[in-house]
């Protein structure tokens, strides 16, 4: 069973920082392409990065350069390290698990996790 678990959500001001953890079950992070989607409510939920299993990664431009995305594949964690935080930036954070990515957009999801909310005043 495939389980991905967020943690690391909460409120900060305006240029803070927040690193956000997504802990996998039943899979290898290092098979798969990892990112991590934002939505706020009556949007559309949107790619923000995305980590190939090669480690490459990409940014949506509006968080390019603020935030870097990582994993540690011997704890199966994903990271996102989120700086100069923006209230454009508040969001239910979620990440997910699939088969491949095109740019910051991971695609063929089998897996998503529960969600982590940002808010950034």
């Known amino acids: 069973h495939v389980q991905l678990v967020e943690s690391g959500g909460g409120s900060v001001q305006a240029g803070g920082s927040l690193r956000l953890s997504c802990a996998a079950s039943?899979?290898?992070?290092?098979?798969?392409?990892m990112g991590w989607f934002r939505q706020v409510p009556g949007k559309e939920r949107e790619g923000v990065a995305a980590?190939?299993?090669?480690?490459?990664?990409s940014y949506a431009d509006s968080v390019k350069g603020r935030v870097t995305i990582s994993k540690d594949n011997a704890k199966n964690t994903l990271y996102l390290q989120m700086n100069s935080l923006k209230p454009e930036d508040t969001a239910m954070y979620y990440c997910a698990a699939g088969l491949r990515r095109v740019g910051w957009v991971v695609r063929a999801i089998f897996e998503w996790g529960q969600g982590t909310q940002v808010t950034v005043s």
């Open positions: 039943g899979i290898k992070y290092r098979h798969y392409c």
């Open positions: 980590i190939g299993s090669d480690g490459s990664t």
